[in-house]
């Protein structure tokens, strides 16, 4: 099961856009890939934020699906994923953030929480591995990889393994729309 670090790490990635990076070889990065990641289930809450403000603004939500684990009202069935809806590096911009856990299909809405399904996502993607401070280098990586392509404007962050903040050995892919 996961633990409050694991969530308050989440919180730290997407800040981290705007860190130094750190040592080169701290950090695995993956070939870019285009894939289609398939349809999956969520349960998520969206909100409009900034980066400025996206600890203030995710750590509550992620508190309060963890919660919904832990009381068994849904069952967590894959990855915790970010959607950035019109994100970009100005960190005062306002966009659109979908936070989620991949559920069991027919999970059922919570509270503030809605449940959907998300179609299959044709993107381009950059499997990092590495401390949460030097996750810019799988956006610069991504982003310079597309080889001419038009990014949809989603980005989506799926989080697969959480060791620390610092930790060489965390697993994120980082995933960018494509028309």
Do not use: W
């Amino acid at each position: 099961m996961r633990n409050h670090a694991f969530f308050t790490v989440i919180v730290l990635t997407t800040l981290a856009l705007c860190a130094p990076a750190r040592a080169a070889d701290e950090v695995q990065l993956s070939d870019v890939a285009v894939r289609t990641m398939g349809a999956q289930t969520i349960l998520y809450r969206e909100i409009e934020t900034s980066l400025s403000e996206l600890g203030q603004s995710v750590g509550p939500i992620l508190d309060q699906l963890e919660q919904l684990v832990k009381d068994k009202k849904v069952v967590y069935s894959g990855s915790t994923i970010f959607l950035y809806q019109g994100a970009t590096q100005d960190p005062n911009k306002k966009f659109k953030l979908q936070v989620s856990f991949a559920v069991l299909e027919g999970t059922e809405a919570q509270g503030d929480f809605k449940v959907r399904r998300l179609e299959p996502f044709k993107c381009a993607t950059v499997l990092y591995g590495g401390p949460i401070s030097s996750i810019p280098k799988a956006y610069e990586k991504v982003f310079g990889g597309l080889g001419g392509a038009t990014p949809t404007g989603e980005t989506r962050e799926y989080y697969f393994h959480f060791e620390g903040v610092e930790s060489p050995n965390n697993v994120q892919l980082v995933a960018v729309g494509l028309k």
